[in-house]
Nanobody, 127 residues
Framework: QVQLVESGGGSVQAGGSLRLSCAISGLTQRSYCLAWFRQAPGKEREGVAR????????YYVPSVQGRFAISLDNARNALYLQMDSLRPEDTANYYC????????????????????WGQGTQVTVSS
């Protein structure tokens, strides 16, 4: 059974940094897409960044490009999101997610494609 547990959220002033962690267990298939999503109050859940475990290929949405960095440890035990130059609009509940890689693009436009989810960790950025 795949389990994802996020940690590392908190409150920070604009311009500050946070590092989110996601402890992973139960991955048994050869290859996965792993991603970070976020959801602000009253808004839909949106993909932020993703990484393909086998190739290391990563992708970021334009709003976080150059400020956030996603990484995965070699044993696939933990997923990270380093967030720098945080802005008030980054305030949201952040979730890690995983799905089996099926040979196509590891997209993050559609959260329903992801099978496994953590419980979320809150990030609050004040101005």
């Amino acid at each position: 059974q795949v389990q994802l547990v996020e940690s590392g959220g908190g409150s920070v002033q604009a311009g500050g940094s946070l590092r989110l962690s996601c402890a992973i267990s139960g991955l048994t298939q050869r290859s996965y897409c792993l991603a970070w999503f976020r959801q602000a109050p009253g808004k839909e859940r949106e993909g932020v960044a993703r990484i393909h475990d086998s190739s290391g290929s990563d992708y970021y949405v334009p709003s976080v490009q150059g400020r956030f960095a996603i990484s995965l440890d070699n044993a696939r035990n933990a997923l990270y999101l380093q967030m720098d130059s945080l802005r008030p609009e980054d305030t949201a509940n952040y979730y890690c997610a995983a799905r089996r890689y099926t040979g196509t693009w590891c997209g993050i436009a559609d959260s329903s494609e992801y099978t496994y989810w953590g419980q979320g960790t809150q990030v609050t950025v004040s101005s």
